[in-house]
Nanobody, 124 residues
Framework: QVQLVEYGGGLVQVGGSLSLSCAAS????????MGWYRQAPGKQRELVAT????????NYADSVKGRFTISRDGATNTVHLQMNSLTPGDTAVYYC?????????????????WGKGTLVTVSS
């Protein structure tokens, strides 16, 4: 099992910046990918950014490219999301995500883990 705890979030004005962090604990050695998803009111959860733990390759949603930066601290198993030039469209609950390989007696499989979410509100 992997536990994810998000930090940060809150209220910010249009054009402002905010930083989110997510600390992973538990069976962290199996984590392949960490990242952030978000869900706005009345909308489906969508990918924001991900980072592969081996090599630190990153992937961003088109809507956040050039404004958001994801980074990872392998020593502390923490992933960060720096959000700049925020707009009201970025208002959502942001969820930390991790994909990890789990080794079981019957074989190995990939499992997805989620944090509880942190609210980001961008006011105009």
């Amino acid at each position: 099992q992997v536990q994810l705890v998000e930090y940060g979030g809150g209220l910010v004005q249009v054009g402002g910046s905010l930083s989110l962090s997510c600390a992973a604990s538990g069976r962290v050695f199996g984590i392949n990918v960490m990242g952030w998803y978000r869900q706005a009111p009345g909308k489906q959860r969508e990918l924001v950014a991900t980072i592969i733990t081996s090599g630190d390759n990153t992937n961003y949603a088109d809507s956040v490219k050039g404004r958001f930066t994801i980074s990872r601290d392998g020593a502390t198993n923490t992933v960060h999301l720096q959000m700049n030039s925020l707009t009201p469209g970025d208002t959502a609950v942001y969820y930390c995500y991790a994909n990890a390989k789990v080794v079981a007696p019957t074989g190995s499989y990939d499992a997805n883990y989620w944090g509880k979410g942190t609210l980001v509100t961008v006011s105009s």
